[in-house]
Nanobody
Framework: QVQLVESGGDLVQPGGSLRLSCAASGFTFSSYAMSWYRQAPGKERELVAAMAGAGDSTNYADSVKGRFTISRDNAKNAVYLQMNSLKPEDTAVYYC?????????????WGQGTQVTVSS
């Protein structure tokens, strides 16, 4: 049974920092690209950051470059999102995603989300 469980969301003041964690189980973690998405009220879900299975490549949304860092620990089956210099526009539910294409079939798993609120 595949599980992705996010944690670390909170209320934080502008300029503050948070670290999100996602614990994965039920699949071969190192074979999957891991990503963080977010969805703000009334907006579509958007990609925030992604990392390849081996951790050798990353991709970030322009809006978070230089402020957010994605990392993963394949020994612990976990992926993290360090968020610094947070802005009110970063307020959203953040979702962990695991994805891969294997033999022409797409595998795509989601966590339940964790709320991040940036407000004074």
């Amino acid at each position: 049974q595949v599980q992705l469980v996010e944690s670390g969301g909170d209320l934080v003041q502008p300029g503050g920092s948070l670290r999100l964690s996602c614990a994965a189980s039920g699949f071969t973690f190192s074979s999957y690209a891991m990503s963080w998405y977010r969805q703000a009220p009334g907006k579509e879900r958007e990609l925030v950051a992604a990392m390849a299975g081996a951790g050798d490549s990353t991709n970030y949304a322009d809006s978070v470059k230089g402020r957010f860092t994605i990392s993963r620990d394949n020994a612990k089956n976990a992926v993290y999102l360090q968020m610094n210099s947070l802005k009110p526009e970063d307020t959203a539910v953040y979702y962990c995603n695991a994805g891969r294409v294997f033999r022409g079939k797409k595998y795509d798993y989601w966590g339940q989300g964790t709320q991040v609120t940036v407000s004074s």
